[in-house]
């Protein structure tokens, strides 16, 4: 059983940076890939941005601007937000996926924290 924490979350104001964390608890954390979601009223769940022992996956429409990092000592993932636009306003999750492989599908995941708000205003 691994439970996921988000924390970081807030209002921030276009062109602001955010850094979400993801602490996990729970053996095995390295065994997971590590992945953030977002996710709008009336829309569905989206890939962010996920991370394995490997590599490091990305959406198109955050490339550039966010990074993913991981600190197995510490059981926790992170994701850097910079450049942040109105249009990155959501709800975001921590989600893990057992396995070497990232994956962009919610499906894949086998555990959810319980979202933490991103606002930007312009």
């Known amino acids: 059983q691994v439970q996921l924490v988000e924390s970081g979350g807030g209002l921030v104001q276009a062109g602001g940076s955010l850094r979400l964390s993801c602490a996990a608890s729970?053996?095995?954390?390295?065994?997971?890939?590590m992945g953030w979601f977002r996710q709008t009223p009336g829309k569905e769940r989206e890939f962010v941005a996920g991370s394995s022992l490997l590599y490091a996956d990305y959406a198109d429409f955050v490339k550039g601007r966010f990074t993913i990092s991981r600190d197995n000592a510490k059981n926790t993932v992170y994701l850097q937000m910079n450049s942040l636009k109105p249009e990155d306003t959501a709800v975001y999750y921590c989600?893990?996926?057992?396995?070497?492989?990232?994956?962009?599908?919610?499906?894949?995941?086998?555990?959810w924290g319980q979202g933490t708000q991103v606002t930007v205003s312009s």
């Open positions: 729970g053996r095995s954390f390295s065994s997971y890939a």
């Open positions: 989600a893990a996926k057992f396995g070497v492989q990232t994956s962009k599908q919610t499906y894949d995941h086998d555990y």
